[in-house]
């Protein structure tokens, strides 16, 4: 497979689809000597099965795993951080990749407990989980979804799943869209198989999916979120780490240049529903966030998302303040550990969808107590 080709297939049959679709990247051509150690990159960013939308189906890396097997692969390492204050260990067993490492006999690293090396990635300096350095191939495997903060969510931001948890918070106090940028340089990815089967696209802890029954591969992170951009209905320049990974060289955003070979696409499958930007960027509206991290963030935006749908947002009285730019301050209403000296505010690193709806629910109808300090 080139640098500049991406390779689509729809169907329903997942662990077929993936090997077929292996087969024409010439994945193991790729690889080159079996003797190479190979790691798998998925998206488990929290507990819930891959048929919410935010996870990569089981049966993706399944496909997968039976490809490597086949063509004489036995040295695989299946590696993963859930965001914070998700275990990883909950998502390997609810996701079924615990089942999965049994029963082809692969290694699986929760990189929330693995070492960091700080490491030089383009001029900037990030702690990076020494497993992704114990690879020779890295083979990603993300979900093609929506992102409450950077819109979208693929090849480039996946690999946040191999830092530390500290490493997570600082990424969104240095504005979260350079330091996925510079991660690109430090971390390689050799090839992207992309699940695309029914990702949400609107919030990265899924709840909305919608259904494509597509899988793609690339061989260049950069364009394989470009090909993501224009499949979602945004512009590349909308996504701004995506040309600062460009700049940096870690590879080309120019679809011009792309070469897209589709396999078994149908008036069914050919269109994909668009997210509905409008919808998230009016509950964007509602909150104040500075430097919070993803997982906060992404429970706070489909909370109000519930209210929204109830009819409650409209006579929000406040903005809800969110995120590590508000640590130390003082105000009116927050959510989040961060917030903990406001008149109103919901403890918790960070606290879950459902804790925030009740307590958001509570402050409307004034029954909300104050925080105590």
Known sequence: MEKD???????????????????RADLAGMIGDRKKRVGIKPNLVSAVSASEGATTHPEVVE??????KGHGFGEIAIMEGSWVGERTE???QVCGYKDLAKEYGVELIDTQKEKAVSTDCGGMELNICRCAFDVDFMINVPVMKGHCQTRITCALKNMKGLIPNGEKRRFHTLGLHRPIAHLGVGIRQDFILVD?????????DGGNPTVMNRLFAAADPVLCDAYV????????KEVPYIGMAGKLGVGCADLGRACIREENRTGETAHTKMPDKERVMKLREVTEEVDSCSACYGYLIPALDMLEKEGLLKDFPEKVCIGQGFRGKSGVLGVGNC?????YSLKGCPPTE???????KGYLSGSAPKTIL
């Not at 695309?196 to 990265?204: K, N």
């Not at 951009?229 to 590349?236: D, F, I, P, Q, R």
Request: glycine share 8%; aromatic share 16%; with cysteine.
């Open 5 to 23: 080709e991406i390779l689509v297939i729809y169907g329903t049959e997942y662990r077929e689809m993936t090997k077929a679709l292996l087969e």
């Open 196 to 204: 695309s089967i029914c990702g949400d696209l609107s919030f990265e």
């Open 90 to 92: 909950n998502a390997f």
């Open 229 to 236: 951009c224009k499949l979602m209905g945004y512009e590349t």
């Open 63 to 68: 496909g997968l795993l039976q490809y490597l």
């Open 339 to 343: 917030t903990k000296d406001f008149q």
């Open 354 to 360: 459902m804790e925030m709806y009740e307590f958001l």
